[in-house]
């Protein structure tokens, strides 16, 4: 049996705001077991980044109890959180507010292990550094640039490598590709993938998109109004979820579960077919999907730049 990293009972977090206490995050529980990958899925404010925020410390509970390692992490004293920090770290989601602009890169990675002061002679810090930049795919050339002058996945993998700095066992990824474009998003994801069977560690990923979930985590937790309402494997969630907010987050057709289970032969054959139709698409108009092939668009393309160039009054007198 898998042995718990995290078990978390009755977890507890509300805010006063004006209209009353918000209930955040209501009587939860649910674990997290070693080496493995927990999504936290919901709707906008049902209390995801609450969660991970009161896992790691960076929010105190109101109530409840979360062991970790068997030890309740709700009971440390200053000194004990701030080395449970260095085991427990988080990645944001927005790469472009989450890093100091007037750092470079070096300084960024170099911050954590500065704060904790884990090594004495800088030469030892540099190697780390360059070490942690070689670990996230980030070029030694830039490390001496400034956040701006990089892409958000570069920046996402600066935040991976502050993450790591301290060599974490488990990290909260609080929407880590939300602010990224599609390809992008899947080069990071495999970053965490591949850092995760190199180091061993253990994630909660946070989202509030089902399919980027479902291709990182091994279980699913589906968080509603501050509660979780279902924690399951994500075939289960994705063939028979059972609680109606569940069902209410995957989209409308569900496959049958022999296509979802069975060995994917059906998967196959759907991806060849899409292949197959959207070469063909290239060069015809798309009967399928109403989009117009590329000699089509050149040819409207040509009509426009002809309107643009005729003389206004010529456009007006035939009008
Ligand atoms: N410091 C705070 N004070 C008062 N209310 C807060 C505070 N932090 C969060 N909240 C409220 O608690 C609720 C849960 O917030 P949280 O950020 O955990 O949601 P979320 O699920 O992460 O949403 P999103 O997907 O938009 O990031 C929200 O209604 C939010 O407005
Ligand atoms: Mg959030």
Redesign the pocket.
Same mark, same amino acid.
């Given at each position: 049996m898998a042995e718990k990293l995290l078990d978390i009972q009755n977890l507890t977090k509300y805010?006063s705001?004006k209209k009353g206490l918000?209930h955040?995050?209501d009587n939860i529980s649910f674990h997290i077991d070693k080496g493995e990958t927990l999504g936290l899925v919901? $709707? #906008?404010?049902?209390?995801? #980044?609450?969660?991970g925020r009161l896992l790691i410390r960076l929010l105190e509970a109101d109530r409840g109890q979360i062991l970790y390692n068997g030890d309740d992490v709700l009971k440390y004293t200053s000194r004990q959180i701030k080395e449970a920090r260095r085991e427990m770290q988080i990645v944001f989601?927005d790469p472009y507010s989450s890093l100091n602009p007037r750092l470079t890169v070096f300084e960024l990675i170099a911050e954590p292990l500065y704060v904790n002061r884990v090594y004495k002679t800088k030469s030892e810090k540099e190697a780390r550094i360059k070490e942690l930049m070689d670990t996230v795919g980030l070029a030694q050339r830039l490390i001496t640039t400034y956040p701006h002058e990089l892409d958000g996945g570069r920046r996402q993998r600066i935040g991976v490598a502050r993450a790591l700095a301290l060599k974490p066992e488990f990290i909260v990824l609080? $929407?880590p590709v939300s602010a990224l474009d599609v390809c992008i998003q899947a080069q990071i994801l495999n970053l965490l993938k591949n850092l995760q069977r190199e180091l061993g560690l253990t994630y909660l990923f946070?989202s509030?998109n089902l399919s980027v979930v479902k291709h990182v985590s091994d279980r699913i937790a589906v968080?509603y109004l501050?509660k979780i309402v279902e924690v399951a494997d994500y075939k289960s969630i994705f063939v028979n979820p059972v609680h109606p907010y569940s069902q209410a987050l995957l989209p409308r057709y569900r496959w049958p579960s022999w296509m979802v289970s069975g060995s994917g032969l059906f998967w196959k054959g759907i991806s060849l077919v899409r292949s197959i139709r959207h070469r063909v698409a290239a060069f015809t108009d798309d009967a399928f999907t109403g989009r117009k092939s590329v000699l089509s668009r050149r040819r409207s393309c040509c009509r426009l730049a002809k309107t643009a160039m005729r003389p206004a009054t010529l456009a007006i007198n035939e009008t």
């Open positions: 805010f705001t918000l955040a995050v919901g $709707e #906008s404010g049902c209390g995801k #980044s609450t969660t989601q609080d $929407e946070i509030h968080m501050g």
